[in-house]
């Protein structure tokens, strides 16, 4: 078996300094003769206050050696594609590579959002298609595809509940929206952004929601409750009916946090627990890539009640004219969240990810999700130094998360040091210190699509850094030694006097020290 | 409990999704087709062959945010080298590694302005892109901020100075400016309006094009203070508008730089302080620290397309750049040359120079906009600009055309040819 793993170490100079002055790594088609005849020197009449007369001091490189720049970063990145990616909430699942092919195609990349409807039935048909197949899983009435992301998705849903208590003239009353005190951090900024102040309700034992406790912040001026479920700990909330009661009771709106919709595809539906808005995270749930950061989409379902406020366009069918088409004749949506309709490549591949699982192998992904997190559960509560807190003896959905405190009180071994250790056996660490209500967190989610051969792995390699951790504390305190880089001095990347957030700023920092040395 | 099985198709094999998306494709006509002389927010321009490739490298795409930065420094790198590129051709001090899109980036820089000053007024131009006035419509609504639009000179377009100092006030959170404009004409006055806008102590805002910074001055050169815009011209293929790509960079104090929402990437050491290194700066503004009181709930952004946006300056570098510029603007310039000679043709209606997207009306051809370009679509397999009629009925019968390094000399020559034919025709 595998076990440390040296990541390529490139020391790659920041592409500033690379090149020569004069290459170029790309030429542009040289103007035709008549045009350039006509047109002129074309700059030679703009108005001196909004003319360029420095060009920008970009790098400059021949083609070769821009590729080899990034190819050689690229080698210092961990991907889905180099093993296990446990980060728990994140849901990082396989990416299908025809998605990526299907989506580079010529009929969907190089078409333009104002084109003439009817130079682009198919696109709008996948859309429409999506959209209706995403309202069967979330089970709401209507969804839109246009949230860029899930935390876009989030804003849209806030705005939505805003527009649908303002709609009925109660906007003065309902200003608070609950959030648990297990929330992502989007819940809370989200509710913030739309408008509302944020009232948070502290966990019950069990790490769901505390119906008292809920009670006692209910109110009429509850706006909403925004709740992801299962919950951040894995954790199904099976009070789900009465908590939509209590917020309904009091004039609210229920609002699904679609980072977990993985565990639950096919077995149960938020718009069937009493959710209203639901917001999914396709490039977790639908098997799209992250790309290292984005481009996600957060589509939003919504329950009937809300359809018209949902931004404009929807995608429509019309039936009379066999034609789908943009629908921006809606009188009471909020308007705009974005340009255009969405992040169309990375819903195309949602569509072809759908088309390969079919309804059976979605609801097959969030067993198997469900099965592989308990798997490791089971596996890594018998390793010294971790605990398992809250709903003990409860089974998890599609990630468990760990608390690695007795492992820190006996050998000052923090959860942080043991996510790093685990980037020497080329293995990415789960999510940390997250939730918040669990102290020194490790949320793993491993997803369906991985063999059980790499589980095994990682929980092996997880039971070496707790022996590790007993016998030769420095040795993880330390870690990693084999990735690109040791580990990074984060403060410094942050301290106004060290901050270097672009190359120009760390230019004038070095002029500053050299000046004063 | 779901008591029956999800309502969706069977699962198909990889050939048969293939097959069917192919076919479901092939239903469109994309602008490989047909000559298309669309922007309007979303522009087509040459990509080499080069960024593709890099973008597809699978350690990129199927990467999560840089959570790990030991194990994540090649997209914290190629991300912090984008945001430098951004600050380069702004001439700015910080750039994120990026929001979803223009629009969005200009709610989120209205509400970076409030955060600074606590006003409750911006003055946009009264010809702004109205998906990106909506969008800021939506994101300031919950502020209780109001937006006033400053009116413009009808014979060049651009702002009328006078109306826009009348708008400015004490109240004014900031001024901000498209360049080039929505309707493509170049807005020259910059000087003056930071003056108005710094005057009553208002932040000044720029949304830009970036594929104009080659020619057009630096915004931070006269006077910006956030500088916005849209990536997507630079390596990102249209995709039917989404992905887009943000731009959002600032100049200033710490302070400042301390409001601005989204990821930062900054350059760091290694503990030991032995090799240089990159990871996540400033995150303290973000949700997942800050929560509530974050400056912004963005987390996952359009990573990748900024890392192919960085990959494409890096082949054109400034030259390259410098260059793109002229060759659109000549290109531009011949378009609407040859269109301005159709009878009852006029382009473009502002007399301002023109980037890449110009004005055409046809009031005087006693058509309407939509009856030519369906004419022009079916007879001659052209695709034509955005009509502007309704989004400005002021500009009568009136379509947004553009034109790029992409746009030969054949596809408008093509193109003054079928809108003569369309235009001589009876109906």
């Known amino acids: ?517 | 409990m779901l008591k029956r099985k999800l309502n969706l198709p069977k699962a198909m094999s990889e050939q048969e999704v293939k097959q069917h998306i192919e076919a479901l494709l092939s239903k469109n006509r994309s602008t490989r087709d047909m000559p298309t002389f669309l922007g309007a927010g979303c522009w087509p321009h040459y990509i080499p062959a080069a960024v593709d490739n890099i973008v597809q490298r699978s350690e990129f795409i199927t990467s999560y945010t840089p959570y790990q930065p030991e194990i994540s420094q090649g997209m914290l790198q190629s991300l912090f080298e984008y945001q430098s590129m951004i600050c380069e051709l702004a001439d700015m001090d910080v750039a994120n590694s990026s929001m979803y899109d223009w629009a969005s980036a200009l709610g989120e820089a209205a509400r970076m302005a409030v955060r600074i000053n606590n006003r409750n007024e911006i003055v946009v131009p009264k010809l702004i892109h109205p998906e990106r006035h909506a969008t800021l419509e939506t994101y300031i609504e919950p502020l209780k901020m109001r937006v006033k639009k400053a009116d413009y000179n009808h014979e060049t377009g651009l702002i009328n100075l006078e109306k826009l100092k009348e708008l400015v006030s004490d109240k004014t959170a900031a001024v901000y400016i498209e360049n080039p404009s929505y309707l493509g004409f170049i807005e020259s006055q910059v000087k003056e309006i930071a003056e108005i806008a710094h005057d009553k102590g208002a932040l000044f805002i720029a949304g830009v094009d970036p594929t104009s910074l080659g020619v057009l001055k630096a915004p931070g050169e006269y006077g910006a203070d956030i500088v916005i815009g849209e990536g997507q011209p630079l390596g990102n293929h249209m995709n039917y508008g989404g992905p887009l790509l943000g731009l959002f960079a600032c100049k200033g104090e710490t302070e400042v730089i301390r409001q601005m929402p989204g990821r930062i990437i900054g350059m760091t050491t290694t503990l030991k302080g032995d090799k240089t290194g990159f990871c996540m700066a400033l995150q303290t503004r973000e949700q997942h620290i800050r929560r509530e009181r974050a400056t912004s709930n963005i987390c996952t952004n359009e990573a990748l397309c900024a890392v192919a946006s960085a990959a494409y300056l890096g082949l054109l570098g400034p030259e390259g750049l410098k260059e793109l510029g002229e060759t659109i603007m000549m290109r531009a310039k011949y378009a609407m040359h040859k269109l301005s000679l159709i009878q009852g043709v006029e382009a473009p209606v502002f007399n301002s120079p023109h980037f890449k997207e110009f004005t055409v009306n046809f009031d005087k051809t006693g058509k309407t906009v939509r009856s030519i370009h369906q004419a022009l679509l079916k007879k001659h397999g052209i695709h034509g600009g955005k009509e502007v009629s309704k989004e400005f009925p002021e500009l009568g019968q009136t379509a947004l055309y553009c034109v790029t390094e992409v746009h030969s000399k054949g596809d408008v020559d093509k193109l003054a040819l079928g809108l003569s034919d369309v235009l001589r025709r009876k109906r």
């Open chain 1, 1 to 517: 078996m595998r076990t440390m793993v040296r990541q390529a170490q490139w020391d790659e100079p920041v592409i500033f300094s690379l090149g020569r002055k004069g290459r170029r790594g790309s030429s542009l088609s040289n103007v035709e003769e008549e045009i350039a005849k006509l047109a002129g020197n074309v700059t030679e009449g703009l108005p001196m206050a909004i003319k360029r007369t420095q060009l920008p001091k970009l790098p400059e490189l021949s083609e070769v050696e821009v590729v080899r720049h990034f190819i050689r970063l690229s080698q210092m990145n961990y991907g889905v594609d180099s093993g296990i990616y446990p980060l728990g909430s994140c849901t990082m699942k396989y990416n299908p590579k025809i998605s990526d092919l299907l989506a580079g195609a010529t009929g969907a990349s190089q078409l333009h959002p104002s084109q003439d409807e009817t130079t682009v039935q198919g696109i709008l048909e996948m859309l429409h298609t999506l959209s209706k197949w995403l309202v069967e899983v979330t089970g709401t009435d209507e969804v839109c595809l246009q949230p860029s992301a899930g935390a876009h998705g989030e804003l849209l849903g806030a705005l939505l509940m805003r527009a649908y208590h303002k709609f009925n003239g109660t906007a003065e009353n309902h200003t608070e929206l609950i959030v648990p005190d297990s929330a992502h951090g989007t819940n809370p900024a989200s509710g913030t952004m739309a408008g509302f102040k944020i009232v948070v309700v502290p966990s019950s034992k069990d790490g769901t929601v505390d119906l008292k406790a809920l009670k006692t912040v209910v109110s009429e001026k509850t706006a909403g409750l925004m709740l992801t479920n299962p919950n951040t700990l894995g954790v199904f909330e099976e009070d789900i009916a009465e908590i939509a009661d209590i917020i309904h009771g009091a004039g609210g709106l229920l609002y699904y946090d679609g980072a977990n919709l993985n565990a639950i595809m096919g077995k149960t539906r938020p718009g069937d627990m009493g959710y209203d808005i639901v917001h999914v995270n396709i490039h977790k749930t639908f098997g799209t890539p992250h790309g290292g950061g984005g481009p996600g989409s957060g589509p939003v379902g919504v329950c009937k009640e809300l359809t018209k406020f949902l931004p404009i366009p929807q995608v429509a069918y019309d039936e009379k004219r066999k034609r789908y088409h943009l629908d921006y004749d809606r009188p009471e949506s909020i308007g705009k969240i974005r340009s255009f309709y969405g992040n169309v490549a990375v819903l195309l591949r949602a569509y072809a990810y759908i088309l390969s699982m079919g309804g059976e192998g979605l609801e097959e992904a969030a067993e198997i999700s469900v099965l592989n997190a308990n798997y490791v559960l089971k596996k890594l509560s018998v390793i010294r130094g971790f605990e398992l807190p809250y709903a003990k003896g409860r089974p998890r959905k599609h990630e468990c998360v760990f608390s690695a405190k007795p492992m820190y009180k006996e050998t000052g071994v923090r959860a942080m040091d043991v996510a790093k250790r685990l980037l020497d056996y080329g293995l990415h660490s789960p999510t940390t210190y997250f939730p918040l209500i669990v102290d020194e967190a490790l949320m793993i989610e491993p997803t369906e699509t991985i063999e059980k051969e790499e589980l095994d792995r990682f929980v092996e390699a997880l039971k070496k850094i707790s022996e590790e951790a007993y016998s030769n504390p420095d040795l993880v305190k330390n870690a990693p030694y084999n990735a690109a880089v040791t580990r990074l001095d984060e403060v410094k990347a942050s301290h106004p006097k060290t901050m270097a957030l672009s190359w120009r700023m760390h230019q004038n920092r070095n002029i500053i020290k050299a000046a004063s040395s």
